[in-house]
């Protein structure tokens, strides 16, 4: 059981965390939010920020169908009660109380009889992979459709079906959540994830449970920065943060959107637009010192959110950190984006290593040695070995002598490690006994 | 046949000419010169020139023997009749007539007997290629000699010849042809070729084909910039051309040097002296994107008359755009580089690869994104695909994107085709399409 | 036998000596050395700058212990007469006139009967060498010890010992060696070398022969820079001296580390922390066009005496030179480090390879072509080949060319060579051509 009783002002304190534990709290939230049918407005939407609120003090907010942001208008507000395909005996052939895939999201209400050759414009299916229900949406075109698979799809006959969606698609208002932790500076650190994905686990709910992990535990320290977390639609959302918060969107400092997070891939990190942000080298750093296979891949303009954050008026230091990229894995968009795909302990690697990077950045400083002429006899503090002996403090030497070396104003702690190619965990530690005993400012 | 109907703002209409009759037209003009005993002066120079008169409307200079050019001086004109050696029987056994590579070219006049003792060490051959003859010339120190191949060599015999070059070397003129074509812009763009080099069909005529092809197609449209061509002979030429013209250099925006683009070897470009010019990406983006394989290279000080353009007192952005480089290919400066070396589908490839970095160099600009905050919806302007369907016109989505994203004042679109891995004519079909919807200026 | 007669203003005639004499020569001082007990104070110390000045003018310092440098303070002075172990029988088990690194350098004194078990905390042996005394020292934290081979150790029995160090640890100086040797201009090459240690030939020894040798033919030049040699203990000789000197510190504009300089291994650089120093350049254009395998790392903040010359807050451009690193051969800081480890052909390399980067320090200088616009004309100053003929000087035409097109004020002769790919020499000597032809400034 994760307790709630950490109280510290060190970052480093949590992630000495039981992994196991965290990836089992994570798997359940998903596993809570699976069966809901998201879309990116609607009480779907809203029930999840609700089941959210259980773990953060989350900040609802509605902004009304119509509003102009930016080159965008917040749409109307979609809801479905029930959608079925039948046949002559009445049997519900394709059941959207079964899997919420079926319908295509955001579908305009339908109910009437047709023949097969009619209906059949209307239905999608994956033939390679025939088993698996995909996932469309028509968000930006008022139509109709159902999902499923291409089995269920061969068995159709050449006859008449009802077709039912019992949707709505009306004034209403776009729904995001909020959750806003002060830190000692004002400088924020965003992370953003879309919530409006139906039954998918990865492709969503992961990066959900990844979000609201991160604000429980960063909640229970003092943090350096401030820290701003987004559940929100993808594309309308962001935009239509971004439009309600220009203002603010300076004290952005830091940002990652999360997505993808709980597959069995390797990590992946889609770098900022700037390229050379300090977000970037840290998760950089954390996934190169982690010894695990990864990819680092340059900014490109499509993808998740980051689009909207690093569009050029915004230029936004926004990563996306990811498993598997989307499109590079055949569950993606399809019913096999399951709560079999996603797995407890790929949550928990996650959640440890955007940890690991949000600590270099509370963390990354630069010092000024206070001796920087010659190195400081480090033997008569007790920081280096004597012959056969031990240093009192578990430090390494040569940490010490890089963080000694390159505290010239100029370098970080992080540029410091990897420069060394050290771990950033062993320069910091070396960086704090330099400061316990008066060495570096 | 080649029509001369074009009649296009748009460099790129030229692009999609047929290339299998440029090819053919092009090897006509190639096949018409090579016949002629050209030299750095003289009247083969002149008579290259009517040719190509033919063709574009080219202004012929005549330079004073003895005119200072910087460092140099207008040298002697040489002129030549007749050249042979004759054995005592009377037969020629090396005959001007039958290839004019058989004299050095800038021989002096001679007509005596010898015995073959003497004669031979005015004999040049080239014992690795025995049935070729080798061109060699000595414009800078007042000598004579034959080329032979090293078969018709090992065939005299120890006997005495009579020796007889009928040439002239005497105070006239240096002559080049200059085609200037004025486009919207004072700023030019400068194609240069020698036009020097006796009956060698890669090394000379296939450059002075090309440059007389751009020159005929570009005067068929208005370009941005201004075109100036130059066929000059070989290092004076050039150092003549830019002693004269001194003051109008800095206009010069852009520049190529064309050699070699006959022959079946694969592209090489040899970058300008400042590496990293507008032309140099320009073409290393063609030929990345040609699929083709290819060398860029480094500049170095010597090659062709880019030496003197890129001379570190005028430092021009000027490349050197070849097929097989000189010295790379065992037919260079010999009669194997003949009319069977050089074929038309190699020229009409240096056309077609020239002309598209061209239009590059035409229309690379930067634009701005007039919706620089967040992504315009590209869906409401029939720009980006709706369910199952396809987006109105066949412009690519993640083009659309990128040059949005990157449409910021400071990158143009050739910056954006490079860091999105898409060629530029991809990236400008995008660029047009978001000008005419009003999302760039 | 070598000579004193050079008298040449030009270090490059130097580097055209018989190396196979200054080998032997450099390994005779080496060999001189080898016996004396060093340590960082003390007559072992004094007694080897004494041998050195057989050979240049050395000037002798004394820093009196107790004197503040920096953050260290000067220590006592360390000498030692005699140290041994006795076994019952009174044989001498362990015996420091043997080897002198029997004996933990600065250790206190000792003479007293002890069981084995009480002696064995004294011991220093290493079991992956049996048949090598390990060297140790305990400078910094007053005690004893003995240094032995583990075949030596595994012998001795479980009885009583007589042990005696007759060492005295007193108030007294630190000593070290300066030469200083004046050039045209007041700026000065730094070269250092430890020469600190005991019976070490490759770590300590091989060091002080080159700085010793380099110094002895530079003097009988007349450089451009003024160059200072000093022969010091490791750290804290280092922090003495720049603690002593800090106000002249500015004028060190190149320097070199010396140290491992004998053995059969490739040559190693460690590049100063500025990383791209001219010094650093230098070494890596010699090693480079060597054609032997070698090895160029990246400055660290530990390792010799550069440790303390590139500290940040003196951050000078001193590199350090050496065949093996310090710690990849498994001869160092070992017995094995002996005579037999260093070679004179080794000690000559190494000589050579040092002089012919102080070369290109010496003559390293931006020149500025006097006829930027085009090329000169070679030709008529028999710097370029005439037909079938031979250019009046042996030098390298595309030398020239190179040298003509760069010498544009803004690079170096050694920016020409890096850009060129020529060696140094060849570049060096096309300038000088050119200088001589009046084509350079």
Redesign the interface.
């Known amino acids: 059981m994760i307790t709630d009783e950490i109280k510290t002002s060190n970052l480093s304190d949590i992630r000495f965390l039981n992994e196991h534990d965290i990836g089992q709290e994570m798997y359940r939230l998903v596993s809570e939010l699976y069966p809901i049918c998201r879309s990116i407005t609607g009480n779907g939407f809203r029930e999840t920020l609700d089941i959210i609120k259980d773990y953060i003090e989350l900040e609802v907010h509605e902004v009304p169908t119509g509003t102009e942001?930016?080159?965008?208008t917040v749409p109307k507000e979609w809801n479905i009660k029930d959608a079925y395909i039948k046949n002559l005996k009445g049997e519900r052939i394709v059941d959207f109380k079964k899997n919420n895939l079926h319908v295509?999201n955001y579908s305009v209400p339908v109910n009437k009889l047709m023949p097969f050759e009619e209906l059949k414009s209307h239905l999608?299916t994956l033939p390679d992979y025939p088993d698996r229900i995909p996932y469309?949406?028509?968000y930006?075109?008022e139509?109709w459709?159902f999902c499923l698979s291409h089995e269920q799809f061969l068995a159709l006959k050449d006859e008449e079906y009802e077709v039912c969606i019992d949707s709505t698609l009306e004034e209403g208002s776009l729904t995001y959540g909020e959750y806003y932790l002060q830190g000692e500076s004002e400088d924020e650190v965003l992370i953003s994830c879309h919530a409006c994905h139906p039954s998918l686990c990865n492709d969503n709910l992961s990066g959900i449970a990844l979000a609201t992990f991160l604000a429980k535990y960063l909640s229970q320290i003092s943090p350096r920065y401030s820290y701003r977390f987004l559940f929100i639609p993808g594309?309308i959302g962001?935009?239509t943060w971004?439009?309600l918060n220009?203002a603010q969107v300076y004290r952005i400092k830091h940002g990652l959107v999360l997505t993808g997070v709980g597959d069995p891939g390797n990590f992946t990190y889609k770098k900022s637009?700037r390229g050379n942000a300090e977000i970037d080298r840290a998760v950089i750093h954390v996934l190169k010192h982690s010894g695990l296979e990864h990819a680092i891949i340059d900014f490109?303009?499509?993808g998740y959110d980051e689009?909207?954050f690093?569009?050029?008026?915004?230029?936004l230091p926004v990563g996306c950190f990811m498993r598997s990229s989307h499109g590079h894995y055949s569950e993606y968009h399809t019913s096999a984006d399951n709560l079999n795909f996603v797995q407890p302990q790929y949550l928990a690697d996650s959640f440890s290593k955007c940890l690991s990077a949000l600590n270099i950045i509370e963390n990354n400083k630069p010092y000024l040695?206070q001796?920087?002429?010659?190195?400081?006899?480090l033997?008569?503090r007790g920081l280096y070995r004597?012959?056969?002996?031990q240093a009192e403090e578990q430090v390494n030497e040569?940490a010490l002598?890089?963080v000694?070396?390159?505290?010239?104003g100029e370098h970080t702690l992080l540029d410091i490690a990897d420069k060394?190619n050290f771990d950033f965990d062993a320069i910091k530690k070396a960086a704090d006994a330099l400061l316990k005993h008066g060495l570096l400012k």
Chains 1, 2, 3 share one sequence.
């Open positions: 942001v930016f080159d965008w295509v999608f469309r949406t028509s930006y075109k139509s459709g594309t962001s935009i971004l439009s220009e637009r490109f303009p499509f689009r909207q690093c569009s050029p008026g915004f230029n040695n001796n920087p002429k010659c190195e400081p006899q033997g008569k004597a012959i056969g002996g040569l002598l890089w000694l070396n390159l505290s010239d060394s």
